[in-house]
């Protein structure tokens, strides 16, 4: 299988994301993805109200969920819940095959009273923001059920019957979460303050990148002080506000710089930066090409990529892999 990449999915002004389903009519979304093809192999920290499910099958993967490192090797997995703060991503920029699944609560609600009593238990429940699935206990039947939904579901376009087997698959995967995990009796507990401030403030930046924006700005968007927005940022993505802000712009850039044959210096002030020499320079800092190299190096290897934003790349002609530009690997 390749790497071909298809920019899909659409990141929110509130860095939710607007997952590209594989069937734009059945909210499920399952590929094969690399995430070499992530710039500077890295997804943007984001949420949506779906489950999402990562298996490993070559290499090794960081995840980030809510300020918590993860480290994913080949063979393990992980459930990250609704509306959780995640990301994946190769600090070493080490290659990584993996299988990226998302699955909306939706197909579960087939009744108010099953969904109320069995389902938003789990999905809703703030004591379980994820769940590391490995070979050696009871999570391992959890990444047998992503194989099957993936050898099913995978295939484009799919079949009829694999709509049923993908239902029946996430019917048995929450059987066993609602079997083996202690939902009853726990107190749930409210969203912390300092992500809730970290979530104003990365929505603040979604809607003015494109603008000059200070730490000043970006610290009262989140109702805390400049040093407080900076513990922020430290702590749950592992960037400085700036740095995050310089990220963002660079992601977003790629769509103009692939798609058109817009100037750098265009490409520059469009996104928010100062001149074409900053932007070049945070581009080589951050993806080890300059802009034009970039370029060419992408219509080179991914000549018929689609160029707005991404959440995962395709993979094989029959298949769907994750990522590319603005939206989220998934990682």
């Not at 999402?52 to 997995?77: A, C, D, P, Q």
């Not at 579901?153 to 202690?182: D, Q, R, V, W």
């Not at 934003?309 to 395709?314: A, D, L, R, Y």
Request: hydrophobic share 30%; glycine share 4%; aromatic share 14%.
């Amino acid at each position: 299988m390749d790497n071909s990449t298809r920019y899909c999915s659409v990141f929110n002004s509130d860095s939710s994301e607007t997952v590209a389903y594989n069937n734009p009519l059945f909210p499920a979304y399952v590929v094969y993805g690399f995430l070499s093809t992530y710039p500077d192999y890295s997804s943007i920290s984001h949420w949506h109200r779906d489950l999402e499910f990562i298996l490993i099958k070559k290499g090794t993967m960081t995840y980030n969920v809510n300020g918590r490192l993860i480290e994913l090797t080949e063979g393990s997995g992980i459930m990250v819940n609704s509306y959780q703060l995640h990301y994946g991503f190769s600090a070493k920029h080490n290659e990584c095959e993996f299988i990226c699944i998302l699955l909306s609560p939706e197909l579960l609600q087939v009744n108010n009273w099953f969904y109320q009593n069995y389902i938003e238990p789990i999905t809703g429940n703030s004591l379980y923001p994820y769940l590391y699935l490995k070979t050696n206990d009871w999570t391992a039947s959890i990444l047998d059920k992503l194989d099957e939904i993936y050898d099913s579901f995978g295939k484009i376009p799919a079949e009829p019957s694999s709509y049923f087997e993908l239902m029946e698959e996430y019917f048995t995967i929450m059987k066993t979460l609602c079997e083996n995990l202690a939902l009853e009796n726990q107190t749930q507990k409210p969203e912390s303050s300092d992500l809730a401030s970290l979530r104003n403030m990365m929505t603040y930046i979604e809607e003015h990148y494109m603008e000059h924006i200070s730490l000043t700005d970006i610290a009262l968007s989140g109702a805390c002080c400049k040093s407080k927005c900076a513990q922020l940022f430290k702590k749950y993505l592992r960037d400085t506000p700036i740095i995050y802000t310089t990220k963002l712009r660079l992601r977003k850039s790629l769509a103009m710089l692939l798609g058109s044959n817009n100037s750098i210096a265009a490409v520059a002030y469009e996104y928010g930066f100062s001149g074409a020499s900053y932007y070049c320079e945070s581009f080589k800092k951050y993806y080890g090409l300059s802009p034009l190299l970039y370029k060419k190096k992408q219509s080179s290897v991914f000549p018929s990529s689609i160029t707005h934003s991404p959440h995962t790349p395709s993979s094989d002609t029959s298949r769907l892999s994750p990522e590319g530009g603005t939206a989220a690997p998934h990682p």
